[in-house]
């Protein structure tokens, strides 16, 4: 948060777009009040980091400066390359050139605890689980950047997920979704919409770039296409220039489902605000064992900071795959469970 303030006061932002901080009681764990006593100590079983990007690689890091213990699965598909270096609150311009995976990053960062690492996808996470390999997670931290991920996580069925967000118009909101298989899950919070925009007018509403020249989609993008474009377009655009337009929606995920706008380049200070809502989560979890535990959804602008209105209550919605199908659900995490016993057999 230190560094957010020196962020508005370095950059040329708006009046009246921004709050300075110049005193603040705030905490992670209780939100606002201080917590009546700090956890001594962290340690988790069966908790699983769901990429290992600019939140997931903060989630790492507040996680080895509590020297917390226990066992942690990471999953991510991706390798660390040079322009994660700035965003991401782990690894180096060497570990780029190794090209490392990011899972292990995260791994070497977490030396006080028994990692598994899965360099795939959650898919990939759920066949090791199935097939008793690997532990089905009690809970899962959710650090990915869009819905269908989103959705892709829920699909484990762990018996939480807290998930972490950035996002917002300028890429300064934060925010928390605490999910269960039972509901409200995370298509209850992020539903699929079916709707009619397709990938062109949301790649044309996301830049500027005109829909008749996103229809000539094998057109690599030029300098001269970026020119009169505003300046979020010509941001989100200028790392595509030479790649054909037509797979640019796609690139920048925005063919997943409508009214995706959660990709947005956030600065490390705003990934590490997220990312200490959801290790604050996991610690009041960890310590209030009340099963009666209200679902929370936090979203707070990092330009304001946290604010007395930013917590919501949230329920399932009525027509949700959680709610019409919860015999499945039930059915899919007996079994999955009945893996744990025999994985600690
Ligand atoms: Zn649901």
Redesign the pocket.
Known sequence: MLTGEIFKMVTALRPGTYRHIDTLNFCPVALFSSHHRAPEHLHVERLALVGAGAIGTAVALILSVLEATGDLTVIDRQIFESPNVITYSLGTDEDAGARLPKVDIVGTALQRMNIRRVHGTVDDFISHIDAGTMPLPHTVLGAVDNIAARHDLQRIYADLVLDGGTGGRAGTTVSLHEALPT??????YFPTNNATVTAEQRLHQATGLPLARIAQGDQALTEDDLRGLPRQGRRLLEQHLGKPVCGLGRVMNLTTVNGDNSYQPSAAFVAQQAASLMVGALIARAHNEDSNVRMRQIEYDTLYGPQLDMIDDRR??SD????TSQDVIRAVRNERLGAVEAYRL
């Open positions: 509901g409200p899950c995370m298509r209850c399932p919605r949700c795959y959680c709610q």
